[in-house]
């Protein structure tokens, strides 16, 4: 099995746009944008919108292929990445969700995976900048999204084999370094492995991630954020939020929070005991409510901006945004709800030895 060097905290120098950001989280709370991928939806994009010139004649359909649109439409998500920028995000995130070789198999477009990737950094920078020249003095943040795959290390497709798994660990490391590569270097300010629900695939994310800064020689903040399935506290690998930090903690992360699936009323409790057992900062970026029937979602700006402004209040939380459903009126209400208030105030490091499983254990 590969093996990737221990995180350094102190042996590896930081570009500059990342220190930056480090400042900026020790100053205030920090917003990150909104959803990407419901905001695609409504530019009513066809399959040639997917195909470009560039995949004009590939032989697999390619719609709903968000990632591609980078290459063959870079216009709609520099405008998307703009409208958050303008709404008042000081981060936002490539479009790169399932810019990796594993997720992008279903599309057969794996050798396109750096470039994509590539892509996504050059249509959120050309957004920064124009963002950034709009006015003088503001900087504004790229985040390479890291998403959670389309296949897990811990659970079987396969209800009749459960010893099962469509995917290895080197496969899984491999895909999410040769991500990593093309992430760093696009030159994005930070790494953001996201809507964790496997908690053994961001571990080869994390992995992964440390035996590229080992072979680059630098590292930028590594950001984890796990998504609750549902209101019965857990991920879909079955752990509660607290195992979940335990597992991840010892990649030493910039800042570890939730997102996805739940609305931020039903985040609250978990939100609540992440703040108080994180060694690092804590983020928060919930769907607009739960989906209903017909697949939408119904939080208002000022619903989700409400919430929100209640946990910042409580001194939960260093990021705030949005995930699905959100749009950048959402983010310019979230935006203005934290805005007066205090970070989160990071905690002590932990003295005593954390372990877990699909529940936390502490030995003391």
């Known amino acids: 099995m590969k093996r990737a060097p221990e995180p350094k905290d102190d042996l590896m120098p930081t570009p500059p746009r990342s220190q930056a950001l480090e400042k900026l989280f020790a100053e205030r709370i920090v917003v990150l944008d909104g959803a990407m991928g419901s905001m695609v939806q409504t530019y009513k994009l066809g399959e040639a919108d997917y195909r470009g010139e560039q995949f004009k004649t590939h032989p697999h359909e390619l719609k709903n292929n968000s990632d591609v649109l980078c290459i063959t439409r870079p216009d709609v998500i520099e405008a998307i990445h703009l409208q958050y920028l303008e709404a008042g995000a000081d981060v936002i995130e490539t479009n790169t969700f399932g810019a990796t070789s594993i997720a992008q198999a279903d599309f057969k477009l794996e050798p396109h995976v750096k470039a994509m990737n590539l892509a996504a950094i050059a249509c959120a920078r050309r957004a920064v900048e124009k963002a950034e020249a709009k006015t003088p003095g503001r900087t504004c943040f790229i985040a390479g999204a890291i998403g959670p795959l389309n296949r897990t ?175 950048p009126a959402h983010i310019a209400a979230i935006a203005q709800a934290v805005k007066s208030q205090k970070p989160h105030v990071v905690g002590a490091p932990h003295t005593v030895q954390r372990l877990s499983g699909l529940e936390p254990l502490t030995i003391r």
Not at 200 to 218: M, P, Q, R, T
Not at 248 to 274: Q, T, W
């Open 153 to 327: 290390l811990s659970l079987s497709p396969d209800v009749n084999r459960p010893e099962y798994r469509a995917v290895t660990w080197n496969q899984v490391v491999d895909a999410y370094t040769e991500q990593i590569r093309a992430l760093l270097e696009g030159g994005v300010d930070a790494l953001l492995v996201e809507t964790i629900f496997d908690t053994l695939n961001s571990k080869a994310a994390l992995f992964a991630i440390e035996g590229v800064f080992d072979e680059v020689g630098y590292r930028v903040p590594v950001m984890v954020s796990v998504t609750i399935t549902d209101r019965s506290g857990r991920t879909l690998s079955g752990q509660t939020i607290t195992a979940f930090y335990n597992s991840i903690r010892h990649a030493k992360p910039f800042s570890v929070g939730i997102n996805c699936a739940l609305g931020g009323k039903d985040m609250r409790p978990y939100v609540e005991e992440l703040a108080q057992v994180a060694e690092c900062y804590v983020s928060c970026y919930p769907n607009a409510g739960l989906p209903n029937a017909f697949g939408g979602y119904d939080e208002t700006p000022a619903d989700m901006a409400n919430v929100l402004g209640d946990f910042a209040k409580q001194g939960w939380l260093n990021l705030v945004g949005g995930c699905c459903g959100s749009t």
